[in-house]
């Protein structure tokens, strides 16, 4: 490599000597580097030996010798780099570097004096000398207290936020004498019945009013209902509970300081929760909102709309089974139970709560009566729904299992259920076939059954915020009647839509949400993430997707914006799953409602689509 650095040294400084000769106006430019003892212009220093701008200068003229090797073999060969190289790195003149700021110079007549730290070295010796006499937290262990120079810690157990008030107030008591009373202490004092049987309030039902609702005036209040049952068992149990709290006070009224934990220990085995949620067994509340004292058999209920041996079943869910009794559909439930239904956990009877208010509260919209507003016959009607308990009888179980020959049912056998499993029975109208096996015959019946899915969802969003949130193909019935038209009150305004003799029926309201003007009734998607982990592609689960995000998954709100997101996935039905007389003119038409479906906000601004005018007429027909 040496040899190499030598024989190009030799080539520029021969092609330099000519081009001096040629050219004597030009400047020598690069010269060899001087020796250390020299001194040399800033231009020199700079450049330090040979830059590129004299290779381009060298190899332009014309006596170069053309034995020259190249200037790239020469500078690297095979991954080698050249002595060169390092000269020939940056050949721009480096600017002046801003020399940095030190700090502004004292003045002469002052001189720098040491910080004395006096002060607080005396103040911080005279607080380590002091003995600490008092409680206080420790900064080590902030669950912990820790009292004058102990090295043992003492835990502090997870309390009520009254406990905690109560254990603050003997912290702050400095003079660590007899404690208050009880009821002093909790600010909760002593009454007697009468005076407490007045402030009792029953919030298990409530949630704060956003609206009222006319048609809520027939409506039996959830709330009365619970208070006559459990009104005298609160008040009795808060009575004893008091009792048990003063006792309790009296017994730690002269303890020490020192005694905290052992009294806090008594309160908490004594204190109940303030609210009267804590004293209610949701079981009992479910009972009281279907007007029982005591669940009934199934068999027994079954038996005032048919005889045994007639019992057909003619449906199936996840969570439950459909058999037909006379002319009503008793559809079964179960609940409470440790055993899972077709692979899934028993629903709870807070969770069946909902649904017995929102059957409940629909059905109002069947009364078109002076002072109604908003009325339609859309939702299934609710005749009864009852609490049961005990095994399935043999004549349902019979059923179950005809239907299973026929059918293959995907559900459990029901004899499998314990002596005490309970269930809710909702006796309801029998609303015809579901849209998934009900057989259209032509877009007129198509039309009938979007128009009157989307008036009677318009109507329940005026009268109470109401969305469904599961309208999916099989929660839709089917029916042929002589009708021709139907009725439907919409703010006040009567409504005539032609039926073309098909009747609808919009049934189960598991997952629906509804404002009856006292409460607001929903079911928390958010605590049910599987939900929406469906297959992509499928327009079911894809509606529950776009559903949350619209709801943001805050699901107690009011978003009519999803009732729209069902009837785009009810057309997305006819269009791609269901076969009827229809020309190539009826499809466009289908999927033009559809695009303009998405820039509807509620199915009151969805009636009036221009797909609807044509079926909407002035009077009965």
């Given at each position: 490599?040496?040899?190499?650095?030598?024989?190009?040294?030799?080539?520029?400084?021969?092609?330099?000597?000519?081009?001096?000769?040629e050219?004597n106006?030009?400047e020598?430019?690069?010269?060899?580097?001087?020796?250390?003892?020299?001194?040399?212009?800033h231009?020199?220093?700079?450049?330090?030996?040979?830059?590129?701008?004299?290779?381009?200068?060298?190899?332009?003229?014309?006596?170069?010798?053309?034995?020259?090797?190249?200037?790239?073999?020469?500078?690297?060969?095979r991954?080698?780099?050249?002595?060169?190289?390092?000269?020939?790195?940056?050949?721009?003149?480096?600017?002046?570097?801003?020399?940095?700021?030190?700090?502004?110079?004292?003045?002469?007549?002052?001189?720098?004096?040491?910080v004395?730290?006096?002060?607080?070295?005396?103040?911080?010796?005279e607080?380590?000398?002091?003995?600490?006499?008092?409680?206080?937290?420790?900064?080590?262990?902030?669950?912990?207290?820790?009292?004058?120079?102990?090295?043992?810690?003492?835990?502090?157990?997870?309390?009520?936020?009254?406990?905690?008030?109560?254990?603050?107030s003997?912290?702050?008591?400095?003079?660590?004498?007899?404690?208050?009373?009880?009821?002093?202490?909790?600010?909760?004092?002593?009454?007697?019945?009468?005076?407490?049987?007045?402030?009792?309030?029953f919030?298990?039902?409530?949630?704060?009013?956003?609206?009222?609702?006319?048609?809520?005036s027939?409506?039996?209040?959830?709330?009365?209902?619970f208070?006559?049952e459990?009104?005298?068992k609160?008040?009795?149990?808060?009575?004893?509970n008091?009792?048990?709290?003063?006792?309790v006070?009296?017994?730690?009224?002269?303890?020490?300081c020192?005694?905290?934990?052992?009294?806090?220990?008594k309160?908490?085995?004594?204190?109940?929760?303030a609210?009267?949620?804590?004293?209610?067994?949701?079981?009992?509340?479910?009972?009281?909102?279907?007007?029982?004292?005591?669940?009934?058999?199934?068999?027994?209920?079954?038996?005032?709309?048919?005889?045994?041996?007639?019992i057909?079943?003619?449906?199936?869910g996840?969570f439950?089974?459909?058999?037909?009794?006379?002319?009503?559909?008793?559809?079964?439930?179960?609940?409470?139970?440790?055993?899972?239904?077709?692979?899934?956990?028993?629903?709870?009877?807070?969770?069946?709560?909902e649904?017995?208010?929102?059957s409940?509260?629909?059905?109002?919209?069947?009364?078109?009566?002076?002072d109604?507003?908003?009325?339609?016959?859309?939702?299934?009607?609710?005749?009864?729904?009852?609490?049961?308990?005990?095994?399935?009888?043999?004549?349902?179980?019979?059923?179950?299992?005809?239907?299973?020959?026929k059918?293959?049912?995907?559900?459990?056998?029901?004899?499998?259920?314990?002596?005490?499993?309970?269930?809710?029975?909702?006796?309801?109208?029998?609303?015809?076939?579901?849209?998934?096996s009900?057989?259209?015959?032509?877009?007129?019946?198509?039309?009938s059954?979007?128009?009157?899915?989307t008036?009677?969802?318009?109507?329940?969003?005026?009268?109470?915020?109401?969305?469904?949130?599961?309208?999916?193909?099989?929660?839709?019935?089917?029916?042929?009647?002589?009708?021709?038209?139907?009725?439907?009150l919409?703010?006040?305004?009567?409504?005539?839509?032609?039926?073309?003799?098909?009747?609808?029926?919009?049934?189960?309201?598991?997952?629906?949400?509804?404002?009856?003007?006292?409460?607001?009734?929903?079911?928390?998607?958010?605590?049910d993430?599987?939900?929406?982990?469906?297959?992509?592609?499928?327009?079911?689960?894809?509606t529950?997707?776009?559903?949350?995000?619209?709801?943001?998954?805050?699901?107690?709100?009011?978003?009519?914006?999803?009732?729209?997101?069902?009837l785009?996935?009810?057309?997305?039905?006819?269009?791609?799953?269901?076969?009827?007389?229809?020309?190539?003119?009826d499809?466009?038409?289908?999927?033009?409602?559809?695009?303009?479906?998405?820039?509807?906000?509620?199915?009151?601004?969805?009636?009036?689509?221009?797909?609807?005018s044509?079926?909407?007429?002035?009077?009965?027909?």
């Amino acid at each position: 490599m040496g040899d190499s650095s030598v024989n190009l040294w030799a080539h520029l400084i021969a092609s330099q000597q000519q081009q001096n000769q040629e050219e004597n106006k030009i400047e020598v430019m690069y010269e060899r580097r001087r020796k250390p003892h020299q001194q040399h212009t800033h231009k020199d220093a700079t450049l330090n030996g040979m830059s590129f701008a004299a290779a381009a200068a060298g190899g332009g003229t014309n006596n170069t010798n053309k034995n020259r090797v190249s200037w790239n073999r020469s500078l690297s060969t095979r991954g080698r780099t050249s002595i060169a190289v390092g000269s020939c790195l940056d050949v721009r003149p480096q600017g002046k570097q801003a020399r940095r700021k030190g700090k502004p110079a004292l003045p002469k007549s002052k001189g720098v004096q040491p910080v004395s730290f006096e002060k607080e070295r005396e103040y911080f010796q005279e607080v380590d000398a002091f003995e600490l006499l008092e409680e206080s937290p420790s900064p080590k262990h902030f669950s912990t207290w820790a009292m004058g120079n102990q090295n043992d810690t003492v835990p502090i157990p997870h309390l009520c936020s009254r406990l905690e008030k109560w254990l603050l107030s003997k912290k702050f008591n400095y003079s660590c004498g007899p404690s208050s009373t009880l009821s002093k202490i909790l600010e909760t004092p002593y009454r007697n019945l009468e005076s407490l049987r007045g402030e009792v309030n029953f919030s298990i039902l409530s949630t704060p009013k956003k609206s009222s609702f006319k048609d809520t005036s027939g409506f039996p209040s959830i709330q009365s209902r619970f208070n006559e049952e459990f009104i005298t068992k609160d008040v009795h149990e808060r009575d004893i509970n008091s009792r048990k709290s003063n006792a309790v006070s009296e017994s730690v009224k002269n303890e020490s300081c020192e005694d905290v934990e052992v009294a806090v220990k008594k309160l908490s085995l004594a204190s109940t929760s303030a609210s009267s949620v804590d004293h209610v067994n949701p079981f009992s509340t479910l009972l009281a909102v279907c007007g029982q004292s005591a669940p009934t058999k199934l068999l027994d209920l079954f038996s005032k709309y048919s005889d045994p041996e007639n019992i057909v079943k003619v449906g199936e869910g996840t969570f439950g089974e459909a058999f037909l009794a006379g002319n009503t559909v008793c559809k079964v439930v179960p609940i409470d139970g440790d055993l899972k239904v077709n692979g899934e956990a028993q629903k709870k009877s807070e969770e069946l709560l909902e649904e017995v208010v929102l059957s409940w509260t629909l059905n109002h919209l069947r009364r078109n009566e002076g002072d109604t507003h908003n009325a339609c016959t859309t939702f299934v009607e609710t005749f009864e729904i009852n609490v049961c308990q005990g095994p399935y009888d043999a004549a349902l179980i019979q059923a179950w299992e005809d239907w299973d020959d026929k059918h293959c049912s995907e559900n459990d056998n029901p004899e499998e259920f314990p002596e005490n499993q309970r269930y809710i029975v909702f006796v309801l109208q029998h609303g015809g076939k579901d849209l998934e096996s009900f057989v259209l015959l032509n877009i007129n019946e198509a039309r009938s059954l979007l128009v009157q899915v989307t008036a009677g969802l318009a109507v329940a969003e005026a009268a109470y915020e109401f969305e469904h949130r599961d309208l999916h193909w099989g929660n839709v019935l089917l029916s042929r009647n002589d009708s021709v038209t139907m009725n439907f009150l919409l703010d006040g305004k009567q409504m005539f839509v032609r039926t073309f003799g098909l009747s609808v029926t919009i049934i189960d309201f598991t997952l629906s949400r509804i404002n009856t003007g006292e409460d607001i009734f929903f079911l928390d998607l958010s605590q049910d993430p599987e939900l929406f982990n469906g297959p992509k592609g499928d327009k079911q689960f894809d509606t529950y997707r776009k559903m949350k995000k619209v709801t943001e998954d805050q699901w107690e709100g009011s978003f009519p914006k999803t009732n729209v997101l069902w009837l785009v996935y009810l057309v997305d039905m006819l269009l791609l799953k269901k076969t009827f007389d229809r020309s190539s003119k009826d499809e466009r038409d289908l999927r033009s409602l559809k695009k303009r479906l998405d820039k509807y906000n509620s199915a009151k601004e969805a009636i009036f689509d221009p797909f609807f005018s044509d079926l909407m007429v002035d009077r009965p027909l």
